[in-house]
């Protein structure tokens, strides 16, 4: 066996070393991805656990901070003819409605909500068309419902309630999805604010932004809603005779 076929054999030999080495080191991660892959997602393969968890994230609801026991018997307090479960169906039809109008680009399938509410869904439409978009919420399930926070100030009284919500939501150009799926779940959260209107004329002037009176003797700012007489002249003040709750803003968070 001359020099030129020992050199041969030798390199054949590091080439199959070379390969054993890689082949030992392929079933020794491919061992450690499969116990990390059964300790995180209890399956050995981590493709088929990714997806796994992607499917568990579409079908979990966010979770909703609730503070309905902590704020509701104070609403009651202000408030004795406050009903929650009608107020909470109210908040529901004016999420779902708020997101159907902007599927169908049509501003007026919101069942109610204050002339801000309204312009901001005009604009957000508005938005949409200018950009030649069209964002589809579809398939959408409520899945709870809280109040959030109750905010009760000198001219301005406000609840917010917040949803766990969950649709296929995406967004097209052209015929071309540019955002989101049209197969996968989305699970969101939103708050949506409703606010105390003593007048509706008085609150289409302010915009829609809350209670905003005066004395109609000195021109004080009232202290609080349903005050009977002015804080600074002591005058008689006559409430308004309508009283409503009404929405003021939808917003994703």
């Known amino acids: ?3 030129k076929q020992i050199g041969v054999i030798v390199i054949l030999l590091l080439i199959l070393a070379v390969i054993g080495i890689l082949f030992y080191v392929f079933i020794r991660i491919r061992r450690k991805v499969r116990y990390y892959s059964r300790m995180l997602f209890g399956t050995e393969s981590l493709v088929d656990g990714v997806k796994s968890m992607e499917r568990e994230e579409e079908l979990t609801p966010k979770s909703v901070s609730s503070a309905t026991g902590l704020y509701l018997p104070s609403i009651l307090q202000d408030f004795p003819g406050f009903h929650y479960e009608e107020m909470k169906s109210r908040a529901e039809n004016v999420l779902l409605s708020y997101l159907r109008s902007i599927d169908a680009m049509n501003e007026g399938l919101l069942t109610e909500g204050t002339s801000q509410l309204r312009e901001n869904l005009r604009l957000r439409i508005g ?6 978009l069209r964002e589809h919420f579809e398939e959408m399930q409520l899945h709870r419902m ?12 406000s609840i917010v309630f917040q949803a766990a919500i969950g649709y296929i939501h995406y967004v097209e150009k052209d015929g071309s999805i540019t955002e989101g799926q049209r197969d996968r779940l989305k699970q969101s959260r939103y708050n949506i604010e409703m606010i105390y209107i003593q007048d509706r004329s008085v609150i289409d002037d302010l915009g829609g932004d809350g209670i905003g009176l005066n004395c109609p003797n000195c021109g004080a700012p009232i202290s609080g809603v349903g005050a009977k007489r002015c804080a600074y002249c002591d005058s008689l003040i006559v409430e308004f005779n309508i009283k409503t709750w009404n929405f003021s803003s939808v917003r994703e968070v």
């Not at 938005?127 to 030649?132: H, I, N, T």
């Not at 109040?147 to 301005?156: G, K, L, N, P, T």
Request: net charge positive.
């Open 127 to 132: 938005a949409l068309q200018k950009a030649g």
């Open 146 to 157: 809280e109040i959030y926070q109750y905010r009760r100030q000198r001219e301005r009284c």
């Open 1 to 3: 066996m001359d020099g």
